[in-house]
C-alpha cells in the first residue's frame, strides 16, 4: 500500500521558515516525481512545487519561486519543502503528492497544516 | 500559465439523476505525438484530501466506480456521474498535467437536491 506521510507544519510568524518532510512507502520512490500541492481555508488546490525522480530537476510555482525550495532523499524515500520568508498568504495545508511533470498525480498524503500568523 | 475554467461552481442534483461538470483550458492540454490529453480530475470530500478519478482525460482510476466518467479533447472536458449516489456529495476538481506548471480549476462542489 502506498503510504505518504507529511509532517513539519505548525504555527510560524510572517517571515519565518519552516521544512516540511513527506516519508514515502509502498512503491519506488526514486523511480517517481513528487510535488507539494497547498489548499488554503476554504480554498481550491494550488500546486507549489514539484521533483523529478533521479534528476532532480525541479518545477516551482511563480508563488514559491525565490522563498520555496523542494528536494528528496531518494536512500531515505523523503521528500521536503524548505519554505522561508512566509506571508499570511502561504497558510494553508500542504500536501505532498506522487507525480509531477507531466505525470498525473495518483496519490496523496493527508496533509500538514501551516499557520503563518503574528 | 494554463488556465482551467470549470463550470457550474456548484450544483445540485437528485439522487440517482446525472451530474455534469465542465472544464475548459486556457490551451489545448492535447499532445499530438501521443494522441492523450493531459488532463485528469480528482474528487475531495469534507476533511479529506483530494482523490484522483480520471487521468489521460479519460481512463478511470482502478476501484472507481462505472458511474464516473471522463470525456473531451482538446481545450473541453467534462466529468459525468452518471447515477448520483449520496457518497458523491464532494468538490471536484480538474487538472492540466501538460505544462510542467500544474493548474487547477477552481471547483465544482456537487450537492444532492
Known amino acids: 500500500e502506498i503510504q505518504l506521510l507529511e509532517s513539519g507544519g505548525g504555527l510560524v510568524q510572517p517571515g519565518g521558515s519552516l521544512r516540511l518532510t513527506c516519508v514515502a512507502s509502498?512503491?519506488?520512490?526514486?523511480?517517481?516525481?513528487m510535488s507539494w500541492v497547498r489548499q488554503a481555508p476554504g480554498k481550491g488546490l494550488e500546486w507549489v512545487s514539484s521533483?523529478?525522480?533521479?534528476?532532480?530537476?525541479?518545477f516551482n510555482a511563480d508563488s514559491a519561486k525565490g522563498r520555496f525550495t523542494i528536494s528528496r532523499d531518494n536512500s531515505e524515500n523523503t521528500l521536503y519543502l524548505q519554505m522561508n520568508s512566509l506571508r499570511a498568504e502561504d497558510t494553508a495545508i500542504y500536501y505532498c503528492?506522487?507525480?509531477?511533470?507531466?505525470?498525473?498525480?495518483?496519490?496523496w498524503g493527508r496533509g500538514t497544516l501551516v499557520t503563518v500568523s503574528s | 500559465d494554463i488556465v482551467m475554467t470549470q463550470s457550474p461552481d456548484s450544483l445540485a442534483v437528485s439522487l440517482g439523476e446525472r451530474a455534469t461538470i465542465n472544464c475548459k483550458s486556457s490551451?489545448?492540454?492535447?499532445?499530438?505525438?501521443?494522441?492523450?490529453?493531459?488532463l485528469a480530475w480528482f474528487q475531495q470530500k469534507p476533511g479529506q484530501p483530494p482523490k484522483l478519478l480520471v487521468y489521460?482525460?479519460?481512463t478511470r482510476e482502478s476501484g472507481v466506480p462505472d458511474r464516473f466518467s471522463g470525456s473531451g479533447s482538446g481545450t473541453d472536458f467534462t466529468l459525468t456521474i452518471s447515477s448520483l449516489q449520496a457518497e458523491d456529495v464532494a468538490v471536484y476538481y480538474c487538472?492540466?498535467?501538460?505544462?510542467?506548471?500544474?493548474?487547477f480549476g477552481q471547483g465544482t462542489k456537487v450537492e444532492i437536491k
Open positions: 503528492a506522487t507525480g509531477g511533470g507531466n505525470d498525473f498525480v495518483a496519490h
Open positions: 509502498g512503491f519506488s520512490f526514486k523511480n517517481y516525481a
Open positions: 521533483i523529478s525522480g533521479s534528476s532532480g530537476n525541479t
Open positions: 490551451q489545448s492540454v492535447l499532445y499530438s505525438p501521443n494522441r492523450k490529453n493531459y
Open positions: 489521460w482525460a479519460s
Open positions: 487538472q492540466q498535467y501538460y505544462s510542467t506548471t500544474w493548474t
